[in-house]
């Protein structure tokens, strides 16, 4: 090889290593850039976090796994900055957006694991399940070859068996009473909705009833859905049950109060050091529903888009707020997915009500934030409504002149206190070991018959009364440890037999039965009720 030739090679491989050192600056660059956008800082190779987990890994006593340290590491970071800034692992990852989207890929069926063998409760009508001919009350035995009944799964098992991409195969073997041999079904897995709108009927010939339990990419057309059936039945007036409502999306929030709010009304705006203020405005065209009579129930535990959604009304004068004060959720997260298939979620913004009050809750103090609810029914908060005090500098008027406060949470206008008039030590048991719910599941797998042979759930009720359910309940109770005693029975039994009965209803006629029973006997729903007919006298 000439002279010539060696310096060309040479020539070309140093032009190639500056191509590969300019486009390995590049890459590096872009990625310092978008870290930087996205965080606002850049660990480099020599800081602190990096050094020490190295040391770590060479040095330390045992066997260390570098994921979890980083795992430990994100954990220990986020939990110094706020209570809603978080890590989720690749493995929580589907079923936390599962719940976002309002939707996930099974076979539909609602099942509950009774003695070691799974039970179906119902089937998602038009489902897959349904589509095959799988039955309520049929028993799980056989998941694609593998035998399940008689072994210890909890019910995240068994949802790991079913669940899977659009479109895959499962082959089930199903016990049915009266059917000597397994029933096997091939089932093709679908998407399968998760409702948000658990309930919604009449209360009475004008009063409309929705219980709505988080806010998903289905909510508002559930929740339209649910306003323009009962519109037709003749609904004039509603109240929008939002207790125990942990939130969810913004987007549905906002739009689900501009139902009721005219077009262009300010909802609800988020603000932050590093995001400029967003206005969400009311951009709904239908004007149905301006006028419809409206109450708002929240309690302790509404906390997040359920609260944007009372802010939203109270602050413009829309309806009545009734109930308890809200959780004092007003933290905005943005989700960023990570290349192991994991996420965060960093807290960007706070939310504001429409006249400026701030829906979060202090949380300087981080035990004392989780704490928050134990304190409220420490103090009575939950029991009597002047036990909430308010710094002056923290009240706002809305545009009529009604006064309200910041600093944590939507205080309702109307105050129910919670009701511990049936509260017993017998009581307490039984709800403690979940034993309504388990001779629920039980009587109504005995009885299915019978049950199902009923017309409607009014009529199943009458029967339960009629049946006097409260007698067998207690010996089953009695079988479990948990002796008679009438003296707490007559505290407890009216709504330890109602919670009975419902529980029993659910299982054949659904959410319907279930919450048309169950808040017969609710003071919080009564007083919607008064206050809507208060209203219209007006």
Do not use: C
Not at 413 to 440: C, L, N, Q
Request: charged share 20%; net charge neutral.
């Amino acid at each position: 090889m000439n002279k010539n030739t060696k310096n060309n090679i040479y020539n070309f491989l140093l032009i190639l290593f500056f191509v590969f050192l300019l486009l390995f600056s590049f890459y590096t660059g872009m990625r310092y850039v978008r870290l930087s956008s996205a965080a606002g800082f850049f660990f480099k190779p020599d800081s602190k976090v990096v050094q020490v987990m190295n040391l770590l890994h060479y040095a330390y006593v045992d066997s260390l796994s570098a994921q979890q340290l980083e795992d430990d590491a994100i954990n220990g970071m986020l939990k110094k900055l706020d209570p809603h800034s978080q890590y989720i692992p690749p493995a929580l990852l589907p079923a936390v957006n599962e719940t976002i989207n309002g939707n996930f890929s099974g076979i539909g069926i609602q099942f509950n694991i009774l003695n070691d063998t799974v039970v179906v409760i119902n089937t998602v009508p038009k489902g897959p399940s349904e589509k095959a001919g799988i039955m309520a009350g049929d028993r799980l035995i056989v998941v694609d070859r593998d035998t399940i009944a008689g072994k210890k799964y909890v019910n995240n098992d068994i949802i790991k068996r079913l669940k899977g991409e659009t479109g895959s195969k499962v082959t089930v073997g199903m016990f049915r009473r009266d059917v000597p041999n397994l029933l096997y079904f091939d089932i093709i897995r679908d998407r399968i909705p998760i409702s948000s709108v658990d309930a919604a009927y009449m209360l009475t010939p004008e009063t409309g009833y929705i219980k709505v339990s988080a806010f998903s990419k289905s909510t508002l057309d559930e929740f339209r859905q649910a306003l323009d059936q009962l519109r037709i039945t003749g609904m004039t007036q509603l109240v929008v049950d939002l207790r125990n409502n942990s939130g969810g999306l913004i987007d549905p929030a906002t739009q689900m109060a501009g139902l009721f709010l005219p077009k262009g009304t300010l909802v609800v705006y988020t603000e932050g050091k590093n995001s400029p203020r967003r206005n969400y405005y009311s951009e709904e065209r239908d004007t149905s529903y301006l006028h419809t009579g409206l109450t708002v129930l929240i309690n302790e535990y509404s906390a997040s888009a359920s609260e944007i959604f009372a802010g939203a009304i109270q602050d413009n004068d829309r309806g009545t707020i009734i109930g308890r004060r809200s959780y004092g959720k007003g933290l905005v997260q943005e989700q960023h997915d990570l290349r192991d298939g994991s996420a965060i979620r960093i807290t960007v913004a706070r939310y504001y009500t429409p006249i400026g009050r701030s829906i979060q809750k202090p949380y300087a103090n981080i035990d004392e934030y989780y704490d928050d609810l134990n304190e409220r029914y420490r103090h009575g908060e939950l029991m009597q409504a002047d036990s909430t005090h308010f710094n002056d500098s923290l009240m706002f008027r809305t545009p009529q002149g009604k006064i309200v406060y910041g600093g944590g949470g939507i205080m309702p206008e109307i105050f129910v206190p919670m009701d511990t008039s049936y509260f017993s030590e017998y009581y307490a048991k039984v709800m403690r070991h979940g034993w309504i719910y388990r001779f629920a599941l039980e009587y109504t797998d005995k009885h299915r018959k019978e049950l199902t042979d009923m017309p409607d759930y009014m009529a199943l009720e009458k029967k339960l009364a009629h049946d006097h359910i409260m007698y067998p309940f207690t010996a089953y109770i009695a079988k479990q440890g948990l002796p008679q005693n009438n003296r707490d029975l007559a505290v407890s039994g009216a709504a330890i037999g109602n919670m009975l009965t419902a529980s029993i209803v659910r299982n054949i006629f659904g959410e319907v039965g279930y919450y048309s029973i169950l808040n017969k006997e609710d003071k919080m729903l009564q007083t919607a009720i008064e206050t809507l007919k208060q209203n219209n006298s007006k």
